[in-house]
């Protein structure tokens, strides 16, 4: 960003988006969420049950038929898609005619809060929304048709060992884009990240037929995940949709390769969002003899790291007390689920409900038009921060320990489980304290 | 057929009314003072009772009732740049502007402003801005008054006496006081001093950044949109008031620089 001064250079924001952050969260907040998830990991291990109760993708009550004929009708699925279609086709012109100033383009609010942030909410009440919206599943759809060829079988087999590791690999791009980029507000930076990735999943998808998108696309798995939460959710056994205990859709989740790097990518990349914010972090990142993008890739990287080597640290602990115990690190990853989606609430939901509407205005064609006032005062968002942390952090060690009585012999149960409270307990409070900095 | 006729007697008529109503409105110049063939003469109606007293300014009393009078509360903090800004809220009234000089009708009006109660300015609305060339034209002076006036120019009143807010003018806001938070930064060879850190400011003061650059760059305070430029050497100040809570940063633009952050609670 050198050169000569503009009138309108372009925003460089530290975040994709946004002008306005949460006020840090004030330490009696984090104590009290600090104190309240410590509680009720210990009341968890003592008076929760012994025995699985957690029937996964056999549970939940039918839907009307009714509803399942609207949701699943042809119509449903072809304004869904030509909706998604639509979007990223305004998206992508945005980004190709719009102005490059963020504050008069909406195509950056709308990858980085109306689709990344706003997948959150959709999911949790919709279920794996992605999946039917993802303009990239449609685009292979339509030329599949055109060439006349099946969609569904590629060229090759979907190696199973891949698993969700390229999905793993898509959030890291994508969260390195937003977080680390020098411009990620910048028409460039998206047009080129969207192309690449389009490119990548597009081949993909005609190498491995389009049950590529199901575990390797970005954002079907990251809508997925959340989906696990979601009261709705289809019954693989009879395809009907049900209405279901979140924590029988969160035991359903797919024990896939690459499942542990995704969960570590969301919450050690949401971690770093937080941790961006403290002013030593900034002073570093400005100062580094390496420059800033590399100082701050590095610091992504090693969030990244840290949540994963913490993880696997735990699951090594917990194979040393129980032993023989088949994939320790898979086993447990879905119980981190509820946790990073405790994060994404307390690091987004200000930003989703000011800037959402700020970006929609700016779709309809508003002059930089003002972004709403925040719907909750200071103490109002720090009382959702905590309680969304330790909400997540109360989902994950019931659904850990309900998984953990399944798989250990029931002497080893409750020890065996200590190891990974230890490890939700480290993600909680380093949660907390990220709010504070 | 018997009750179409005054039906459309009545439009007719309405038609009427409506057309020489609209000549009327259209007719005159709008002005926010006296309409043509009104006068300072106190209307009569029925809406208070006009008292014989005075409101010390040689406008007559109205009294109403105290259950559902009209209220004022007036609040003042300094510009930025020049005087201060004054915040009128009232309850049960409103602002109407297109009919003073009208007939007196309850809970409208306009405000008038005193200074040592010296009449000062008319106020058709919730803010208003006092330049400090206003205030030496008035003659100085620190006790600001505001009191709720009806159309025709009667004081409203609660109990014989008119319906008044008090508040003082503090000390001249060219003048870096109490309610100043402020913040000096300093750019040189790329580095910040004193280093990035966070500035606690409470919500309402008045913050007055100083930056100074060694080379040419442009300062933003985001959230509060605040951009100036900051010509190498000088030392720039931008000054705003703190009025949304939140954490903001504030940046220079060609360096990409985070200078300090903002966090008004």
Redesign the interface.
Known sequence: MTGAPAPDAVRVLAHGIGARHDLPLSPFYAFAGAFAALFVSFLALGLLWSHSRFTGERAGRPLPAAVQRLADARATRLTARALGLAAALSVVLWLLLGPADPDRNPAPGAVYVLLWVGLVPASLLLGPVWRLLNPLRTLHLLVCRALRRDRETGRRPLPARLGMWPAAAGLLAFTWLELVAPDPASPTALLVFLGVYTAVHLTGAVVYGAHWFDHADAYEVYSGLLARLSPFGRRPADGRLVVRSPFNGLDATPRLPGLVATVCVMLGSTAYDGFSDAPRWITTVQTSALGRTTTATLGLLAAVALVATLYALCAGATRLVCGGLPHPLTAFAHSLVPIALGYLVAHYFTLFATEGPHTLALALGADRPAAPEPPLGPGGVATLQVLAIVTGHVLGVIAAHDRSVRLMPPRRAVIGQLPLLALMIAYTVGGLALLIA | MNRARPARTALALLTAAVLALGAGACGGRATTHHKPGTSHAEDTGSNGRLLKADDGDGHRLRQVDADGAPEVDLAVRPDSEDGWNVHLTVRNFRFTPDSVGGGALAGRGHARLFLDGHPLARVYGAWFHLPESLLRTAGGGIRLTAGLYADDHTAWAVGSSPIRAAATLGKASASPDDETTMVDLAIKD???TP????TEIAKGRTVRLRVRSDR???L?V??Y?KEAKLPAGRTVTVTFTAD??????V?T??????L??L???
């Open positions: 790329g580095k910040v280093a990035p850190g966070r040419d760059d442009v933003h985001h959230g949109d949304r809570t939140g954490l903001f940063e940046e633009h060609e360096s990409d620089l985070l300090t952050q966090v008004v609670r």
